[in-house]
């Protein structure tokens, strides 16, 4: 009796457990859901908290509500003036229309994704098609996501329940020959200014040579100008010396100074000379007289 | 991201140490494992009890109020019958009771400082609790936690374009903290993928509108700035909750193809320094030299003014001295100074005494033989003359003239003999 009224307590919570788990759901704040009464949508957009439906007849679709990347695939695009590039995107996608979501593609992440990527990628080579690649790089490159994004979002609305949130390029690179023939052309350019600088060098070294070469020339020819001066003045001092002393009798110096120069001139042994015995000098050796000394005796 | 059910069997022990420790549980995580090892806390108890009770009553009511108004009327019956007759309702009471004492274990979970729990209570957002101690009704609460404190970080090295068409490596390096735990749980799936995908896309970006030079060297600074404070424009309209401490470029460089002709810049501008290095050394080895030997230039133009004066200086003197003999006995003076001369230079010349006068006819002189002799005196004599081969008139002549007279003899002699040797 106690056992049969327990087991009948038991089985009753057990069942209310069941209808529980079948009639009350949960939305969790990440979620959106829809409620379907045999497969039609009776209820939209259902916000996060616990809900109710009638079980079995009553199902409930959830979908992610957050914000989803979709990381496209690498591709080439052509530019205005027809140059490749590899073009690496993502999209930033949110579920806001869950019965649109879930009437588009049954509630499909991969479905969404995609119908969502070749309309990104059509927009993206339209938008590429329509720059040059500087102005893709460098000066236009918000412009090429927002309008996209901007025009995608507008129709992914409509169509799938889904807003584009962002569309991003990641990169934008140069394919792979592409790519060669520019390292080629940095590379001539590194070595253009390498070799500026070694001429540089070159230039502003001969430049100081040539400084340092004049200035030398300058100081040897200061020198010797100072020099010469100096010389002169000693010559002139010396001049006047001379003829301050030598001015105090004339002849007396004329006398000296031949003798000097008689002196000076056969000190060398290379000269002979030859002479007259009746000269002055060999007076004597002619005649010791003293009286006769002009007479020429045999 | 709350409490796990398998630990269900812990509950009571994280839950009491956890109310000695509060806050102060510094090393990150859950503290349930730490507390796990202390059984049988005592202090922790003395506190459970009320909470417990008051839970306990409150999931009562609840469950009273709920098994009221679901569809089995037998839920009154329950009620009713705990009351009349307790021996049949013994076993699913304490069934029921033990249930609720071990769900109402379950809801106590700890928030660590670094961390705060967001709360969703049956799904919907409710709360988010700061660190230490917190319950939440199990099953009906779901408690995600946060790491709000750590720093996390995120490095890419990429290739990329830059504005003048060139390519440049880039090595960036992004530190971000959660700023907002709801929106970082709830907003974005993979939170970490997109501010990698965001970086990503900011730092080409960036890199896309700044020419390649200031890349490599002074825009290193600017470009991490406009870096960061796109990427926090991404976040920001993403809802991701992260807010963005610092970039750091760590490194720009060239592309590995053309490093060596960057190198190569580097070198040259070094090879640049060194030639004008090499060329200042030259002028700083040549202009003291210049100067030294300029400096001699001048010192020996001194010195020959000086010289020059001196020896004028010197022979005025010995002039005057001279003079001032000479007025004393100019004819002594005069005669002396005439024969000394006369002396030293006929003592040191080879001579010819010949008298002119009384020859008429010219004789022949061998001059040039006689000159070439005694020039010649050291050489292995080019010309064959020598005494033997003097006319020998002259000689004949010579010794008459001189004969007479010792001492011009003596000189003659000893001069014609130096002529022999």
Known sequence: MINNRSLLIVGGLAAVAWLASNTLYVVDETERAVKLRFGEVIEENIQPGLHAKVPIAQTIRKFDTRLLTLDTDTSRYLTLEQKAVIVDSYVKWQVVNPTRYYEATAGDELMAIRLIQPRVDESLRNEFGRLNL???????????????????????????????RDIRIKRIDLPEDVSAAVFERMRSEREREAREWRAQGQEEAERIRANADRRRQVLLAQANERSETLRGEGDAQAAAIFSE?????????????????????????????????????????????????????? | ?????????????????????????????????????????????????????????????????????????????????????????????????????????MGFYLVDQSERGVVLRFGEYQDTVNPGLQWNPPLIDDVRMVNVTRVRSLSQTQSMLTRDENIVEVEISAQYQVANPRDFVLNVRDPAISIENALDSALRHVVGGTDMIDILTSGREILGSSVASRLQSYLDNYGAGIRLQTINIESTSAPEPVIDAFDDVIRAREDRQRTINQGIAYANAIIPEAQGQAQRIVEQGQGYRESVVAEAQGQANRFNSLLTEYTNAPDIMRERMYLDTMEDVLGNSPKVLL????????????????????????????????????????LERLRNTQGSSSSSSNTNSSSIRREGR
Request: glycine residues 16%; hydrophobic residues 25%.
């Open chain 1, 134 to 164: 500087q102005e893709i790089i460098a000066e236009r490159r918000d412009d090429l996501m927002t309008g996209p994004t901007e025009e995608l979002d507008e129709i992914m609305r409509e169509e799938l329940g889904v807003a584009i």
């Open chain 2, 1 to 105: 991201m709350a409490w796990n059910e398998p630990g269900g069997g812990n509950q009571h022990d994280p839950w009491s140490s956890g109310g000695r420790r509060g806050g102060n549980d510094g090393d990150g995580n859950r503290g349930s494992n730490n507390g796990g090892g202390n059984n049988g806390n005592k202090g922790g108890n003395n506190q459970g009890p009320p909470d417990l009770d008051e839970a306990l009553k409150k999931f009562q009511d609840k469950l009273n109020s709920m098994l009221g108004g679901g569809k089995k009327g037998g839920g009154k019956k329950t009620g009713g019958g705990s009351d009349k007759n307790r021996n049949p309702f013994a076993l699913p009471g304490l069934l029921v009771v033990v249930a609720l004492a071990i769900w109402a274990a």
């Open chain 2, 355 to 394: 008298d002119v006068s009384e020859n008429a006819p010219l004789m022949y002189l061998p001059l040039d033989q006689m000159r070439g002799r005694s020039g010649n005196q050291g050489r292995s004599s080019s010309s064959d003359s020598s005494d033997e081969q003097l006319d020998p008139n002259v």
């Open chain 1, 245 to 298: 002393a030598y001015g105090q009798d004339q002849e007396f110096f004329s006398f000296w100074r031949s003798l000097e120069a008689y002196r000076e001139s056969f000190s060398d042994d290379g000269n002979l000379m030859v002479l007259e015995p009746n000269s002055d000098f060999f007076r004597y050796l002619r005649n010791a007289e003293p009286e006769s000394g002009e007479d020429n005796g045999g």
